[in-house]
């Protein structure tokens, strides 16, 4: 096989077979396979299976049916899939016209790169195809927000963001990938310094079904950016530095609404602590929840040390101000800073803690794996 295209799919239905067609037509000079990789809610994968039937080059369909990772997940389980090299990368809705894949793979035989990214934002590229102004905005400012965190390995590229392009997979460490939502060209140029070529290429209009882009999206993006230029603890931080205004929010209310200081801190404590403990599931440990144990685990966990934790942070507090003769501000920084810390350690050494396995010799090597693969 000279190249693999790698097509993640979510309710695509409408536009596999003008895809599969368009592809045909488009690359008639290689030995390629197409791969979906599907998480699709609906009929597309009796489509998909259906359409391979009668494509005259081999289709793959991979069905997750218990997906992760989201659309970067999907993409990651693709090239881990691929029979090739060279791997194509492509959304299913025909937004990444199939007639530019040549460019592309000419780009890329003037071997000099790892990667060759189709670049809406370079002279003959186009962002048009983008749904309307507040997504066009969105996207350059996530572009130049990306592109200042990562000067140097996002030198050579305009669109870090962008769901088309073509990756040598000898150049890139799969294991490594950790994707979350939908940047995975981001993930993987941010990981390691890699070589970059660009075509532009004009991002054309959804073929048919509907978007999946949205809010959510939105901010699994920012940390995902978070992550990878910080690691976890800024993401941690982020989490912790908005439940402490949160915090003191409910306490005012509560406080004007009549309520007692101290009942009003406890009630704002115990809202925040439950809150918090939620934000660090679904966006700083998302990653790493399939594999320590059940949710209801880590929420007692993670309660009682939040708990603990106020409970002894106040004698100290005391302590330092009576004794040491701290400045009572200071010293609650202080506090405050320690507990920060701690709290981060236990969260992700106890709280995220990868559920032991069996003692078994074939399996032995795999917690090693999944801990050298770590941030
Ligand atoms: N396997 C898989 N594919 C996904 C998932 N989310 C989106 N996709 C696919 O990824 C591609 C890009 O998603 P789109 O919804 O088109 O996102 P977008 O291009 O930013 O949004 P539009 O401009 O509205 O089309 C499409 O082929 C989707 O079907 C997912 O969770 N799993
Ligand atoms: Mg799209």
Same mark, same amino acid.
């Given at each position: 096989m000279d190249l693999t295209i790698v097509v993640p799919t979510f309710n695509e239905g409408p536009n596999v077979a003008e895809l599969l067609r368009r592809i045909g037509d488009a690359v008639d000079d290689r030995l390629f396979e197409v791969v979906f990789v599907d998480d699709s809610t609906d009929d597309t994968p009796q489509i998909i299976a259906a359409a391979a039937q009668t494509a005259d080059?081999?289709?793959?369909? #991979?069905?997750?049916?218990?997906?992760?990772?989201? +659309?970067?997940?999907?993409?990651?389980?693709?090239? /881990?899939?691929?029979?090739?090299? %060279?791997?194509? *990368?492509?959304?299913?809705?025909?937004?990444?016209?199939?007639?530019?894949?040549? /460019?592309?793979?000419? !780009?890329?035989? !003037?071997?000099?790169?790892? *990667?060759?990214?189709?670049?809406?934002?370079?002279?003959?590229?186009? $962002?048009?195809?983008?749904?309307?102004?507040?997504?066009?905005?969105?996207?350059?400012?996530?572009?130049?927000?990306?592109? =200042?965190?990562?000067? /140097?390995?996002?030198?050579?590229? $305009?669109?870090?963001?962008t769901g088309f392009f073509l990756v040598n997979r000898d150049a890139i460490d799969i294991d490594a990938l950790r994707p979350r939502g939908f940047k995975i060209l981001l993930e993987i140029?941010?990981?390691?310094?890699? /070589?970059?070529?660009?075509?532009?290429?004009?991002? @054309? =209009? !959804?073929? @048919?079904?509907?978007s999946k882009a949205s809010f959510t999206q939105g901010i699994r993006f920012l940390t995902q950016l978070l992550m990878l230029r910080f690691g976890r603890m800024s993401a941690f931080?982020? *989490?912790?530095?908005?439940?402490? #205004?949160?915090?003191?929010?409910?306490? %005012?209310? +509560?406080?004007? +609404?009549?309520?007692?200081?101290?009942?009003?801190? #406890?009630?704002? $404590?115990? &809202?925040? &602590?439950?809150?918090?403990?939620l934000l660090l599931e679904y966006l700083v440990f998302s990653d790493m929840r399939a594999e320590s144990g059940s949710m209801r685990q880590r929420f007692v966990k993670s309660f009682t040390f939040n708990n603990v934790e106020a409970i002894i942070r106040i004698p100290v507090l005391w302590v330092l101000v009576e004794n040491a003769h701290i400045p009572s501000v200071i010293a609650a920084g202080l506090t405050l800073i320690a507990a920060f810390v701690v709290r981060f350690v236990f969260h992700a050494l106890v709280v995220y803690a990868p559920k032991r396995q069996p003692v078994d010799a074939s399996l032995a090597v795999a917690p090693e794996r999944a801990r050298a693969a770590e941030y």
């Open positions: 080059f081999p289709v793959r369909l #991979i069905h997750r049916d218990a997906p992760t990772a989201g +659309l970067g997940g999907a993409v990651v389980e693709g090239l /881990r899939a691929a029979t090739s090299n %060279w791997c194509l *990368v492509m959304d299913g809705d025909l937004q990444h016209p199939p007639e530019d894949v040549p /460019r592309l793979l000419a !780009r890329a035989d !003037r071997d000099d790169v790892d *990667v060759v990214v189709a670049s809406r934002y370079i002279a003959g590229g186009d $962002s048009k195809g983008l749904a309307d102004a507040t997504r066009t905005t969105v996207s350059r400012a996530s572009t130049l927000l990306t592109k =200042s965190m990562f000067p /140097r390995k996002l030198g050579d590229c $305009s669109d870090p963001m140029l941010a990981r390691r310094h890699l /070589r970059v070529g660009e075509v532009p290429f004009a991002f @054309a =209009s !959804r073929f @048919a079904g509907a931080a982020l *989490v912790g530095g908005v439940g402490a #205004i949160a915090n003191l929010v409910i306490m %005012w209310g +509560l406080i004007r +609404l009549g309520m007692d200081y101290l009942p009003a801190s #406890i009630i704002a $404590s115990e &809202i925040t &602590i439950i809150g918090n403990f």
